[in-house]
């Protein structure tokens, strides 16, 4: 009987070489999860701009063969041609050009036209544009883990020792319960309880 506890030691140290060399490849690691989140900034803005005259390109070819533009015979035709033709000259003509741009919104071109010139021009946007990107690295959830292992015991002078093994349940609270059985002079049972310190 002399000889259990050193046999029990020895039996200890084997079971914990061999499971430090054999659960290496059973650990599974789960990495923390990383969200990519773009921060939009929003954009309305009006932009006046400042037309400037280029060239102008004369084609009589064209309108003194329309018969509207042919001078009536009459003074009550020609009074009313030129009235017409002040009215369509001063007149303001608006045009509005959109330009869609894809995945951020669209530009909307404003034109003014009078006296046959280009009079104001309207640059308005609304976009949705990117301007940051913010790495969020969350934690991987909690989860129950299931442990197994043993433990030895001796009094100072290493004259009693015991030996146990047993069942460790850490839950996803982080609270831990354990079952073991052991030889100490005699076959023993026990149960623990943990919960972390605040």
């Known amino acids: 009987m002399k000889y259990i506890p050193y046999i029990i030691v020895v039996i200890l140290l084997s079971f914990i070489l061999l499971q430090n060399k054999g659960c290496k490849e059973d650990v599974i690691l789960i990495p923390n999860k990383v969200d990519t989140v773009l921060v939009y900034e929003k954009v309305y803005d009006t932009i006046p701009g400042k037309p400037i005259y280029i060239k102008t390109?004369?084609?009589?070819?064209?309108?003194?063969?329309k018969t509207k533009y042919?001078?009536?015979?009459?003074?009550?035709?020609l009074l009313n041609q030129y009235k017409t033709l002040g009215i369509a000259h001063f007149s303001t003509?608006?045009?509005?050009?959109?330009f869609k741009i894809a995945d951020y919104g669209s530009v909307t071109v404003t034109d003014s036209i009078r006296e046959n010139q280009l009079v104001s021009s309207v640059l308005s946007a609304n976009l949705t544009i990117p301007t940051t990107t913010?790495?969020?690295?969350?934690?991987?959830?909690?989860?129950n883990r299931l442990y197994v292992g043993?433990?030895?015991?001796?009094?100072?002078?290493?004259?009693?020792?015991?030996?146990?093994?047993?069942?460790?349940?850490?839950?996803?609270?982080?609270?831990?319960?354990?079952?073991?059985?052991?030889?100490?002079?005699?076959?023993?049972?026990?149960?623990?309880?943990?919960?972390p310190l605040k």
């Open 70 to 77: 042919i001078p009536d015979t009459t003074y009550s035709g």
């Open 150 to 195: 043993g433990e030895l015991t001796a009094n100072n002078k290493l004259s009693q020792l015991g030996l146990y093994g047993g069942i460790l349940l850490k839950n996803k609270k982080e609270r831990i319960y354990g079952v073991g059985i052991g030889w100490d002079r005699e076959i023993r049972y026990k149960g623990s309880f943990y919960i």
């Open 93 to 98: 003509n608006i045009f509005k050009t959109e």
């Open 57 to 65: 390109k004369i084609d009589t070819s064209v309108w003194m063969k």
């Open 134 to 143: 913010i790495t969020v690295e969350k934690s991987a959830p909690p989860r």
